[in-house]
């Protein structure tokens, strides 16, 4: 059952349990294997029900592409290694990388409880979530955590203009009493290749400061900025920290830099494949203490910040989540029809 809200005319509301079908009907439809349909299925649903446009029900067409140009592996059986060390090392067999996080976080729980840090490293999977998923799923635990993934070569180095980084997200979520954590999660590049998808679907430009043109000349036109290079966020520094995404969650965990994956991609257009690294730290470990002065500590600066009229990050995502579950998961009218036909 749909119903329009009537802040937004061109926006459907359904309820996340109808929405959750459609989008594993899709997902069989493809012929994803069982565990992928469900693994996949939860992560997109749960961004299109915190209101993340460039990460939600949208990424059904982008599995859609990967699945039809051959590249994935359907039925994938990610292997994860267990050494009794720090390390969890997940190889996900070219198939998405959802199952395999899912798959690798029991042991990076117990390997961060046992050592009070401990290390995810998911090798050749196909990666076109946002990160907070899996980090919110370390936060349960009482864990902080840190994510890196690269994704395909769009982004110039600052004082370049030629792609070479992916748009490269950095995540990190620090455990919270109370039903949410603190968690923020951002791509390295002034905006996100979803966001500049969306705006080229769209046929709106996009603000000026996210890309040059293939002349190198600053532009606001999504289709020529994929012709040319998209930007960092914040000049030389998102530089740099686009760059340790490279070297940390490709070149260190011996997976493929944003580069590599572009080129393996060869033309197809599709998701990208590469590697990720999360973190994850027991705070008990680190305060050698209780952690509750600790808890206290983090709490008085968060609310230090909130109290200066400041929002957190994910307090949009939150309360959208609120209202999706009280209301039911909006989703743009016109995605939900090409979505439909994914199904029909
Ligand atoms: P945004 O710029 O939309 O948001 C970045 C973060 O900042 C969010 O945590 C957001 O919280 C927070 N935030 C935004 N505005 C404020 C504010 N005024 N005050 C405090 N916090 C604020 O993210 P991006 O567009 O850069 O990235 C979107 C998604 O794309 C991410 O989830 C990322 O993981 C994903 N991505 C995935 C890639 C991949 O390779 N798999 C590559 C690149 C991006 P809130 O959400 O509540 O607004
Ligand atoms: O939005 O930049 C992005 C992205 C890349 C891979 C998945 N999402």
């Known amino acids: 059952m749909t119903s329009t809200p009537p802040d937004s005319p061109a926006m459907v509301l359904i309820p996340e349990t109808e929405l959750g079908d459609i ?4 997902l069989a439809r493809m012929g994803l294997a069982g565990a992928h349909v469900q693994a996949i299925a939860k992560v997109i649903v749960s961004g299109q029900r915190d209101a993340c446009q460039s990460h939600g029900v949208y990424r059904l067409i982008s599995c859609f592409d990967a699945v039809r140009a051959g590249k994935v592996k359907l039925d994938a059986e990610p292997t994860v290694s267990i050494t009794g ?8 067999q070219f198939g998405f990388s959802p199952l395999a996080f899912e798959r690798g976080l029991p042991a990076l729980v117990e390997a961060t409880r046992r050592h009070g840090l401990g290390a995810l490293v998911i090798r050749r999977c196909f990666h076109f979530s946002a990160l907070w998923p899996e980090i919110e799923a370390i ?6 955590a840190l994510a890196l993934t690269p994704s395909h070569a769009w982004v110039a180095p600052a004082g ?3 792609p070479l980084f992916g748009t490269n997200p950095i995540a990190f979520g620090w455990p919270r009493p109370g039903p949410y954590p603190y968690v923020f999660d951002f791509a390295t590049s002034a905006i996100a290749r979803g966001d ?8 709106k430009s996009l603000p000026e400061g996210c890309g040059v043109d293939a002349a190198g000349q600053p532009s606001t036109d999504p289709v020529e900025i994929a012709r040319g290079a998209m930007l960092a966020f914040g000049g030389h520094k998102g530089s740099a920290l686009a760059t340790m995404v490279e070297l940390m969650a490709g070149a260190l965990i011996g997976d493929w830099t944003s580069q590599e994956s572009l080129a393996f991609d060869d033309g197809a257009g599709v998701t990208p494949c590469h590697g990720e690294l999360v973190l994850a730290f027991d705070p008990a470990a680190f305060s050698g203490g209780d952690g509750e002065a600790q808890t206290a500590r983090a709490e008085t600066l968060l609310d230090a910040i909130t ?3 400041a929002r957190l990050p994910s307090q949009r995502r939150f ?6 579950q009280a209301e039911g998961i909006a989703v743009p009218a016109a995605l939900y029809a090409e ?4 199904v029909s």
């Not at 309360?319 to 999706?324: G, H, Q, T």
């Open 339 to 342: 979505i439909l036909r994914l």
């Open 196 to 203: 500049l998808e969306l705006h080229r679907r769209a046929g």
């Open 85 to 92: 060390g720090p390390i969890v090392q997940v190889d996900a």
């Open 23 to 26: 989008v594993q009907r899709a």
């Open 319 to 324: 309360a959208a989540r609120e209202r999706s």
């Open 160 to 162: 370049g203009n030629q």
């Open 307 to 309: 109290a200066q009229g």
């Open 139 to 144: 936060t349960a635990h009482g864990l902080a």
